[in-house]
């Protein structure tokens, strides 16, 4: 794994066209790697497969944003042969690792409880998601993002035990103006679930809007 988060993040930098490397959009981004900037806020909505997800971000230095996310889903965490309804409340976390001109790189964490509901009984876990993200701006109103999403999640007692998804893909935000973006994102890839000797395809497909005020 420590191999393969570099190489992927750096497989992905090389395969964009130079004309990509341009200009740093506006300045910020909810998907990608650059920070709100400290004391900005920024309203964040997102709808698609597999649920509809409100947060609230904060920008508490430069380099690190704080937030909160809550989130319903009509998918379970992306299954694609599974839609049992559920609930998550996370953190909202974004620490930007490094920054150039060109492109910029930032690592996710947004821990917090989950409920599924599957015929009449509830499923409680934990997800302690993390994730890595590079940001590459194309032009000043555009923000491609390309990322490794690793939203590892337990659920107690008997039933599914620990799951392992490993997720890749990418994503973009169109700014309208200087406040206001939106966006699209994609995140394919197995989970694996070791009680089970059982492997899951997992999407997670979403558009939205972000507004920074």
């Given at each position: 794994?420590?191999?393969?988060?570099?190489?992927?993040?750096?497989?992905?930098?090389?395969?964009?066209?130079?004309?990509?490397?341009?200009?740093?959009?506006?300045?910020w981004s909810?998907?990608?790697?650059?920070?709100?900037?400290?004391?900005?806020?920024?309203?964040?909505?997102?709808?698609?497969?597999?649920?509809?997800?409100?947060?609230?971000?904060?920008?508490?230095?430069?380099?690190?944003?704080?937030?909160?996310?809550?989130?319903?889903?009509?998918?379970?965490?992306?299954?694609?042969?599974?839609?049992d309804?559920?609930i998550?409340?996370?953190?909202?976390?974004?620490?930007?690792?490094?920054?150039?001109?060109?492109?910029?790189?930032?690592?996710?964490?947004?821990?917090?409880?989950?409920?599924?509901?599957?015929?009449?009984?509830?499923?409680v876990g934990?997800?302690?998601?993390?994730?890595?993200?590079?940001?590459?701006?194309?032009?000043?109103?555009?923000?491609?993002?390309?990322?490794?999403?690793?939203?590892f999640?337990v659920?107690?007692?008997?039933?599914?035990?620990?799951?392992?998804?490993i997720?890749?893909g990418?994503?973009?935000?169109?700014?309208?103006?200087?406040?206001?973006?939106?966006?699209?994102?994609?995140?394919?890839?197995?989970?694996?679930?070791p009680?089970?000797?059982?492997?899951?395809?997992?999407?997670?497909?979403?558009?939205?809007?972000?507004?920074?005020?």
């Open positions: 794994m420590k191999r393969l988060v570099p190489g992927f993040l750096l497989a992905c930098f090389l395969a964009l066209p130079g004309t990509a490397l341009a200009q740093r959009g506006q300045g909810i998907l990608a790697a650059d920070t709100l900037g400290r004391g900005n806020t920024a309203f964040s909505g997102q709808i698609g497969w597999p649920g509809l997800t409100l947060g609230l971000l904060h920008g508490g230095s430069e380099r690190f944003d704080i937030g909160g996310k809550f989130t319903f889903n009509w998918g379970r965490e992306g299954w694609v042969r599974f839609t309804p559920g998550k409340f996370q953190a909202w976390m974004r620490l930007m690792l490094a920054q150039t001109n060109n492109v910029s790189l930032a690592l996710t964490f947004q821990p917090g409880p989950l409920f599924y509901f599957d015929n009449g009984d509830t499923d934990l997800a302690l998601p993390v994730g890595f993200v590079v940001g590459i701006p194309a032009g000043s109103a555009v923000m491609v993002n390309l990322g490794l999403d690793l939203p999640h659920y107690f007692g008997e039933g599914i035990g620990p799951v392992f998804p997720l890749v990418g994503g973009l935000e169109y700014f309208i103006d200087r406040s206001l973006a939106i966006n699209f994102n994609v995140r394919m890839g197995p989970s694996l679930i009680d089970f000797d059982a492997t899951e395809f997992t999407l997670e497909a979403l558009m939205g809007v972000a507004y920074r005020f």
